[in-house]
């Protein structure tokens, strides 16, 4: 199996670190990478959280895409031999305003060759919220709002099934980002259903596999306190594997020395014996 990290992101990310990519790519050379996604969270259109901060966070800023373009091929090329860089975005599925994103792909799309997909939004009463900001934020602006946990959990999945058909329609390597995000703060939020999530995850597979897209199985979900747990089941893994949906490792390292965090664990959840 190639040793490969499909979701990263770099110092133009404004709620991560600002250590240099070098920093990210070093470590992955030095765990034995051979190939390392970097998949930026691209800018969002102006006003799209309410929370102008939290805007300022979610994304860089509309000029520095080129100059991230730019940063990637150049190290790319500086690191030809020793791994191979591939250069991506992490795109948001943008409720109602898929043109955004689709500008995006048309303009950076001969050079992009990894696309991770996300859903990090939701609608609240008056605008998007993250799923992943807070569990504050979640239960006052989402779960109060919906007023049932299993009704958000089915209009996140819901969303997650439209971003798979707009991941299909590009021309890139395309994955689905952190399927269970929703979970993020499970450990704070009414008991979710199981079965519900068996369920939806089930749906997923038809669709994955009619539109090529596969899955970013992100491990970030172990790091945070408040979920502990693996945002793509074991059980899921398996399937996508019977079916011959790509299942990509992504550490989603917004530190350096996040890169290759439970390696081991995908390793095992992947081998077929
Ligand atoms: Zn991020
Ligand atoms: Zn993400």
């Given at each position: 199996m190639l040793k490969w990290d499909g979701h990263t992101h770099t110092q133009f990310c404004y709620h991560g670190s600002d250590a240099p990519l070098e920093q990210y790519i070093e470590q992955a050379i030095a765990q034995g990478f051979q190939r390392y996604s970097v998949t930026e969270h691209p800018p969002l259109p102006t006003?799209?959280?309410?929370d102008k901060r939290l805007f300022d966070e979610l994304g860089m800023p509309e000029h520095e895409l080129n100059d991230y373009m730019d940063y990637v091929l150049k190290l790319k090329k500086r690191y030809e031999g020793q791994i191979e860089i591939t250069v991506g975005l992490e795109l948001d599925y943008l409720h109602d305003n898929q043109e955004y994103t689709d500008k995006l792909v048309t303009a950076w799309g001969h050079v992009l060759e990894d696309v991770v997909y996300s859903v990090h939004f939701l609608p609240g009463e008056d605008g998007n919220y993250c799923i992943d900001f807070t569990a504050d934020d979640f239960k006052s602006n989402l779960l109060r709002y919906y007023d049932s946990i299993d009704v958000l959990v089915d209009l996140y999945f819901d969303h997650v099934e439209l971003a798979i058909e707009q991941a299909g329609r590009l021309p890139m390597r395309t994955r689905i980002g952190h399927i269970n995000l929703i979970r993020k703060f499970q450990k704070h939020l009414p008991t979710f259903n199981e079965k519900q999530f068996q369920i939806r995850l089930e749906g997923l597979l038809p669709l994955l596999q009619k539109h090529g897209v596969g899955v970013d199985?992100?491990?970030a979900g172990f790091r945070v306190a408040s979920c502990e747990q693996e945002y793509v089941p074991q059980w899921f893994i398996k399937r996508c594997i019977e079916l011959d949906i790509p299942v990509v490792y992504g550490s989603d390292a917004h530190k350096p020395e996040q890169v290759g965090l439970y390696w081991d664990w995908f390793e095992q959840a992947t081998s077929t014996s």
């Open positions: 006003g799209w959280v309410n199985v992100n491990i």
